[in-house]
């Protein structure tokens, strides 16, 4: 009696491709475990990344405080210079909104130049200002204080 292999070649290629997927899942996943797993190291932040948030947040507070009108505020967050510049160009408004945009950050030894793009409207007896521009936040000391607005200042408006 003589078999044909026929029938073999046959289930042999209906099964081998299901082991080469089972296969292939096995090793995607094992890849998977032990490229994802692992004991994950926590990045330090460094200096000055704490430095330029701490910028961010101090533009924040200076923001809320002139919008405020919160003198104290204002003064507590300034050098001696920076408040007498801040309350020498600041006018009279009504109300105010005033949105700052952080796009650079410069820092030489204990000084740091904080450049933001603003956008505010005033009003003032029924009169509404929209102004824009960039300015540049000098900021100095340990926590840091605004010592100097540089270009166009966002505490002068509405001109």
């Known amino acids: ?12 290629h ?16 094992l890849f998977l475990l032990f490229a994802c797993g692992g004991d994950k190291e926590a990045k330090k932040v460094s200096p000055e ?21 919160d003198r104290a505020g204002l003064e507590k967050n300034a050098t001696e210079s920076g408040y007498k510049e801040l309350l020498g160009s600041m006018k009279s408004f009504d109300s105010a909104e005033l949105s700052f945009t952080p796009t650079w ?14 956008k505010g409207t005033w009003s003032m007896k029924g009169k509404t200002t929209e102004e ?20 166009a200042n966002p505490f002068r408006q509405p001109e």
């Open 14 to 29: 209906a099964i081998f491709p299901s082991f080469r997927i089972l296969y292939f899942l096995a090793v995607s996943f």
């Open 105 to 118: 950050v410069e820092m030489q030894d204990s000084t740091v130049r904080l450049t933001v793009s603003w």
């Open 132 to 151: 824009r521009g960039i300015a540049v936040f000098v900021l100095e000391g340990t926590p840091l204080k605004l010592s100097q607005v540089q270009r």
């Open 49 to 69: 990344s704490l430095l330029a948030q701490e910028a961010f947040e101090l533009a924040e507070t200076l923001k809320s405080d002139y919008v405020s009108r």
């Open 1 to 12: 009696m003589s078999y044909s292999k026929a029938p073999c070649r046959v289930l042999k």
